[in-house]
């Protein structure tokens, strides 16, 4: 509000002239010169000058206005002031779809009631489609798995993931026989995909960074795995792994659907995970963000939170210690 209306506030608030000359440490002269410049501008007369000053029709609907015009900046005000203490504003975060299922219920039961008005926008993708959105500044971090190296970037390592082998009870007695499982190396040495030609096998699609490690190992072996169907959600790798239409390479982080799938079946109609014999590359974790974009406070706290939530994952899952 500039100082002709913030004058006038006063002075219609006060209805005396010297009174809100003192106020607002002028002259009386001035006081009177903004009301004049005033009624000037909207062509309206504002008070009525007799005995005692009182508001006209055209003032009380100004004063109006001008208490108005107050809220709303201090408003703005508290609004500013919120964003630069980092406790307002919005957040663009990159996740593959499978994952954010997992791991987005616990990072934002945490962040959300820490920032209440901080806008959390979630975009599904595959780390190269992240790539270019970070760079356009389209997100402001993304899960990166096995992410390339760029000089723009910043990379916060989360951890190191194992790759392990889910099959259920029937394929496995079906292909490999009833005493496979009971093989002891299994869970000290992990189980050779060699063994496993026979068996239909689910697999992600080409572009995914853990596919590529998952081809190159198998290409590296002379290994030829019968491909049975290609989805990308490993939540469906899973279900379709239940329903015996195949076996699946999952990374660690997505094993907890077949703990929830286990706990709810009994011996015999469960999955099985397997640790992978001769397979020692692991999928790279990374939260990213650019590094010429400042990171409010919000930011950090959300990059905090995802830093947690991921330490559960780096256990090895139940049954394959």
Known sequence: MNSSLRCFTIVAETLNITASAKKLFLTQQCVSGHIK??????????????????????????????????????????????IANGEMGELNVGIHAGRSRVIMPEILAAFVPQFPKVRVNIEYGETKQFERMLLDGEIDMFLGINAERHMDFNYWHLMDESLYLVVSDHLL???LGPEYKRNRTLRTEGADLADFTAVPFIFTHPISRTQ???????????????QAVTVRDHNLHVSLCAQD??????????????????????AGHR??????????????????????????KFAIAFRDAFVKAVEKYKVSPRGTD
Not at 55 to 74: P, R
Not at 212 to 226: D, G, Y
Not at 279 to 292: A, G, W, Y
């Open 173 to 175: 007695a079906e292909y």
């Open 37 to 82: 410049r005033l009624e000037k501008q909207y062509s309206a007369l504002l008070f009525h000058r007799k005995q005692k000053l009182a508001l006209t029709a055209a003032g009380k609907a100004l004063l109006k206005t001008t208490k108005e015009i107050s809220v709303i900046e201090n408003s703005l005000e508290t609004e500013l002031r919120a």
């Open 245 to 266: 239409l195949g076996a699946s390479i999952c990374p660690r982080m997505m094993l907890g659907y077949v703990d929830e799938w286990n706990a709810s079946h009994p």
């Open 212 to 226: 590529v490690i998952v081809s190159a190992f198998l290409v590296s072996r002379n290994i030829h795995l019968r």
């Open 271 to 296: 999955l099985n995970v397997f640790p992978l014999r001769y397979l020692s590359q692991t999928v790279r974790l990374e939260l990213i963000t650019h590094r010429h974009a400042f990171l409010p």
